[in-house]
């Protein structure tokens, strides 16, 4: 078995949640989730699971309100917070492994994972690649045999440019094959939906993606080919097989979460904290998440500043690997 393993970033158990606070201190009066995407996609639904995990579980008293700001797979959002939003009490962005990986190469500027304030993950997304129904794309082994034969024989598309989340996905992919990433063909989307919609218009053969995605895509004529988790997932994806099952050791775990601006008080930070620890204690919740294909994470504090840092880390070296960054 050829085998690519990315370092194991993310911890086996759920980090303390803070303790309780004033249930009214630091409540914000019009609360807002920012997805740094289009509509659709993971940001998109990483925001939509906060504001009806929070409007059902009766957590805000007014209701949660998401909007999008595209751009730079979440470049433009986060120096949108670090530069001028700074103090926003009640603005949440989402964030991903995407966002920590581009921090990684440098794509956000010059602000780097120290510029915002890490709230709370949400949970554990897992990288996938996906076809049409009607693909001659089979198994991940055809996929292989064809990249193999010709890596510009198949259009690739996915969120965010080259040394991205999205191209990384085939990219270690192509390397555990033997074939020289840099031969791939490539197409470079913003995210949310749109690489889904040139897969169903045949504009690409295949697409990398998310476990949650291919959910929220289950209206679409798709095929997920691999997962990359350590494991099957439960639910609807079950019967979709690891990358290790077909003999390419791959993993890509995608932490989910929210940031805020680096100038928000302590005591606003703690309320959403306390906040999202009543949101994730409930079952029901926990069962919300899984039945979306997310894994229930649960990190904040300290606990998430060092997974944060762990991962950018990781990246940056991985990043090296490919010739992405200077060592």
Not at 187 to 196: N, P, T
Not at 205 to 216: C, F, K, M, P, Q
Request: charged fraction near 25%; hydrophobic fraction near 40%.
């Amino acid at each position: 078995m050829k085998t690519v393993t990315l370092s194991k970033f993310l911890p086996l158990a759920c980090a303390l949640m803070l303790g309780s606070v004033n249930a009214q201190a630091g409540e914000p009066s019009r609360p807002e989730c920012i997805a740094p995407s289009k509509p659709g996609g993971g940001f998109d639904m990483t925001c939509k699971l906060a504001q009806a995990g929070l409007k059902d579980h009766h957590l805000l008293d007014s209701p949660m309100r998401v909007t999008y700001m595209p751009g730079g797979i979440g470049a433009v959002a986060y120096n949108a917070i670090a530069a001028n939003r700074r103090d926003e009490s009640g603005t949440l962005i989402a964030f991903s492994g995407a966002s920590l990986l581009n921090l990684a190469l440098g794509k956000y500027g010059r602000y780097d994972e120290n510029s915002v304030q890490w709230l709370t993950t949400i949970g554990t997304d897992y990288g996938t690649l996906a076809v049409r129904e009607d693909s001659p794309f089979k198994t991940l082994d055809d996929v292989i045999q064809a990249l193999k034969k010709d890596p510009k024989s198949i259009t690739v598309g996915g969120g965010g440019s080259i040394g991205g989340q999205g191209w990384a996905k085939i990219a270690l992919l192509a390397k555990a094959a033997g074939v020289d990433p840099r031969e791939l063909r490539y197409a470079a989307f913003e995210g949310g939906a749109e690489h889904y919609m040139a897969l169903m218009g045949k504009h690409v053969d295949l697409v990398t993606g998310s476990a949650s995605e291919i959910r929220a895509q289950r209206g679409n004529k798709i095929r997920a080919l691999v997962v990359y988790s350590e494991e099957r997932l439960p639910g609807e994806l079950a019967s979709v097989p690891t990358a290790k099952e077909q003999g390419y050791d791959i993993q890509w775990p995608l932490i989910r979460g929210y940031y805020m601006g680096p100038e928000v008080k302590q005591e606003d930070l703690d309320w959403w904290k306390a906040a999202f620890a009543k949101l994730q204690s409930s079952e029901e919740f926990q069962q919300y998440l899984q039945d979306r294909d997310v894994l229930p994470l649960n990190v904040t504090g300290q606990a998430l500043n060092d997974l944060v840092k762990k991962q950018v880390e990781d990246y940056r070296k991985l990043g090296e690997e490919f010739g992405l960054v200077a060592e």
